[in-house]
């Protein structure tokens, strides 16, 4: 069964700073889509970025990008220029290509912003 | 586009109540997920249906649970009777499989059992 995992509970950074959220897996399939999300105080999940395994290249979304290492199942979220409307909790995600389209949710990590 | 849609946005209900969340997934998607948030458990996937039938439930809870999806355009989870512990945020989601089946959440639903 696939697991993810982000070892991470609580991240800060200063405003206009760079911060990497970590993220593992563990899978034995080799196709596969990973996701980032974002849940603010309103609780509302966003989809941050995603990333499709067969690509090499890794996904940018204006000042998110992901380090996608499928060898060592490694997926970190790099959120550059940091904003104060940044702060949330950070679920990474990973999704099978086959059969079920269940997701596997990690148990988050909340990021702080400080002014 | 309008995005996945809930009703209500919160419900404070009694303990033994039956209670009902709603959800509209967007048009044309054809997955729907209810999940459940807490502290203590995180994330939890509940249901999930494809082409409106029920595809897992391994993850309701118990009896006390049930969920279903009579047309495309909307679904229901029904809690019956409510316990205090089943106090959490329960979300819905859709997705459309072809798009590499990004799941988009609706706003949530907050229950308090008392």
């Known amino acids: 069964a696939q697991t993810v995992t982000q070892s991470q509970p609580e991240m800060s950074v200063q405003e206009a700073e760079t911060v990497t959220l970590s993220c593992t897996y563990d899978?034995?399939?080799?196709?596969?889509?990973l996701f980032w999300y974002k849940q603010p105080p309103s609780r509302q999940m966003i989809l941050v970025i995603r990333?499709?395994?067969?690509?090499?290249q890794n996904a940018t979304e204006n000042r998110f990008s992901v380090n996608f290492q499928k060898a060592a199942k490694s997926f970190s979220l790099k959120i550059s220029d940091s904003q104060l409307g940044d702060a949330a909790m950070y679920f990474c995600?990973?999704?099978?290509?086959?059969?079920?389209?269940?997701?596997?949710f990690g148990t988050g990590t909340r990021l702080k912003v400080l002014a | 586009d309008a995005g996945v849609i809930q009703s209500p946005r919160h419900e404070v209900t009694e303990m033994g109540q039956e209670v009902t969340l709603r959800c509209k997934p967007i048009?044309?998607?054809?997955?729907l997920f209810w999940y459940r948030q807490t502290m203590m458990r995180g994330l939890e996937l509940l249901i999930y249906?494809?082409?409106?039938?029920?595809?897992?439930d391994s993850g309701m809870p118990e009896d006390r649970f049930s969920a279903k999806m009579p047309n495309a355009s909307f679904s229901t989870l029904k809690i019956q009777p409510s316990e205090p512990r089943d106090s959490a945020v329960y979300f819905c989601?859709?997705?459309?499989?072809?798009?590499?089946?990004?799941?988009?959440f609706g706003p949530g639903t907050r229950l308090t059992v008392l």
């Open positions: 995600a990973y999704r099978s290509e086959v059969g079920t389209y269940k997701y596997i």
């Open positions: 899978t034995s399939e080799s196709d596969y889509y």
């Open positions: 990333q499709e395994a067969y690509k090499q």
């Open positions: 989601a859709s997705s459309r499989a072809a798009a590499a089946g990004t799941q988009y």
């Open positions: 249906f494809n082409n409106n039938v029920p595809i897992d």
């Open positions: 048009s044309g998607h054809n997955s």
